[in-house]
């Protein structure tokens, strides 16, 4: 019933930026919450960067200072601005989103884009 679309993931060298963004779509009645999570390979899925309204956005200590997380409510977008890239970084990001239905709450979650940061 909810569909998120990824895109703007790629290969950068270090120190380099890229932008992702996330697009949600369906019958959703609001948003509570949209954010960016990784996975690098063989690590845990973890958080980079969430935003709601009325919040502060919330980042990862290793993105904080270089990354920035923005939403635009009334197209439902989510973007990520990622600078100074290093090779930590590299993992698959995914987009995810909480979301008021017409019976209650859900999640959802995109299908991943690729982010490689190599010299």
């Known amino acids: 019933q909810v569909q998120l679309v990824e895109s703007g993931g790629g290969l950068v060298q270090p120190g380099g930026s890229l932008r992702l963004s996330c697009v949600a779509s369906?019958?959703?009645?609001?948003?509570?919450?949209m954010g960016w999570y990784r996975q690098a390979l063989g690590k845990e899925r973890e958080l980079v960067a969430v935003i709601s309204s009325g919040s502060s956005p919330t980042y990862a200590d290793s993105a904080k200072g270089r990354f920035t997380i923005s939403r635009d409510n009334g197209v439902n977008t989510l973007d990520l601005q990622m600078n100074d890239l290093k090779p930590e970084d590299t993992a698959v990001y995914y987009c995810n989103v909480r979301v008021v239905l017409v019976y209650g709450t859900g999640d959802y979650w995109g299908q991943g884009t690729q982010v490689t940061v190599s010299s």
């Open positions: 369906g019958r959703i009645v609001s948003i509570l919450h």
